[in-house]
C-alpha cells in the first residue's frame, strides 16, 4: 500500500485569520458532546445552548450563523468567542480526513488556510489522533 503522503509530518499553526468560521456555504455539524461542552463553557443549559445558537439541517445539528455567513461564535477581531470550547469539527481542522486523502487535497486547503505549512510540526501518529478526533490541533 501507497505510504500516506504525510508520512514524515505536517506543519501547521492557526493565524487566527478567521477565514475558516466565515465561510458562507460552510456548515459546523455538532456532536452531543459538543453541545455539552459549549453550553458548560457559557454557563446555560443544554436546551438553552440548542435554541440559541443551533438549529437542525436534515438528521444533523449545526451552528446558527449570521446572515453573512459567519458563524455565530465569530467576532471580526477576536475570533472565535468559545475558542476552547469550540466543536470537534474546528479543533481537528485542517487534518480532516477529507483533507488528508491526498497530498493535492491538503495543498488545495492551504490555498484557504494561511496556517498550513508553518510552524508547529504533527507527526503522523499525531495527525492520525487529530483525525480521529482523539486529539486536536492548536
Ligand atoms: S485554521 Fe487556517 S483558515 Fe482557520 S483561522 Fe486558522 S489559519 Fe485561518
Ligand atoms: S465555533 Fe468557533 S472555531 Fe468553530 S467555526 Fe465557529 S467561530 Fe470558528
Redesign the pocket.
Known sequence: MEEPFYRNGLRFSCQRCGR??RIPEGV?YLTENDVQIAAEHLKISRDEFLRRYTHREHKHRV?NEFSNGD?I??REGRG?I??DA??EQ?RTFPFWKQNLRSKEAWESVSEECSGIGKGEFYSFERILKIAAGESEAT
Do not use: G, Q, S
Request: hydrophobic residues 40%.
Open positions: 475558516c468560521c459546523v451552528l458563524c461564535f465569530f472565535c468559545i475558542y469550540r466543536p474546528c
